[in-house]
């Protein structure tokens, strides 16, 4: 006992340092941690989509138009997803298609879906061709819902 008593007196400065700097760095991590660590977790994109509910998208238009748009003979494929209030839609044309004709068929996509569902929804539609080395796509479109047009990529 009279060591321990001995090496305290000795090394007061040391421990009382070494006392302090766990406290300090337990504290800091408490911090750290508090900061880092979310209590509520919510939904990766926070709370805008908390009226998503509230408008529903009819899928069963976008299937409609998927068939639409398949029924053309320079089309190759027609996929689709919906991300949060963003409508995705890639469209693979044939080999030699005219980027113009590709960035009309925008037109059908605002025709089919209803004016409620393109107030609330971004459309981006991904237009590829099945040539790889045709250096006219891909072309990609953008639609805001507040917006009335597609804006297109340079190409």
């Known amino acids: 006992m009279n060591k321990i008593i001995k090496f305290i007196k000795n090394n007061v400065y040391k421990i009382l340092g070494i006392l302090l700097l766990t406290i300090f760095l337990a504290i800091f991590g408490i911090i750290i941690f508090s900061l880092v660590y979310n209590e509520n977790p919510t939904s990766l994109y926070g709370t805008r989509l908390a009226d998503l509910a509230d408008h529903p998208l009819d899928t069963t238009k976008i299937d409609t138009l998927k068939t639409e748009l398949m029924k053309d003979t320079k089309l190759s494929t027609v996929t689709y997803n919906v991300q949060g209030k963003i409508i995705n839609i890639v469209i693979t044309v044939a080999d030699k298609t005219l980027v113009t004709y590709a960035k009309g068929l925008s037109l059908n996509v605002t ?12 459309v981006q539609i991904f237009i590829t061709s099945v040539n790889k080395e045709d250096t006219n796509y891909p072309v990609i479109g953008y639609r805001h819902h507040t917006s009335l047009d597609f804006v297109w990529t340079n190409k």
Do not use: N
Not at 111 to 122: H, I, N, P, V
């Open 111 to 122: 025709k089919s879906l209803s004016t409620a569902e393109l107030a609330y929804y971004d």
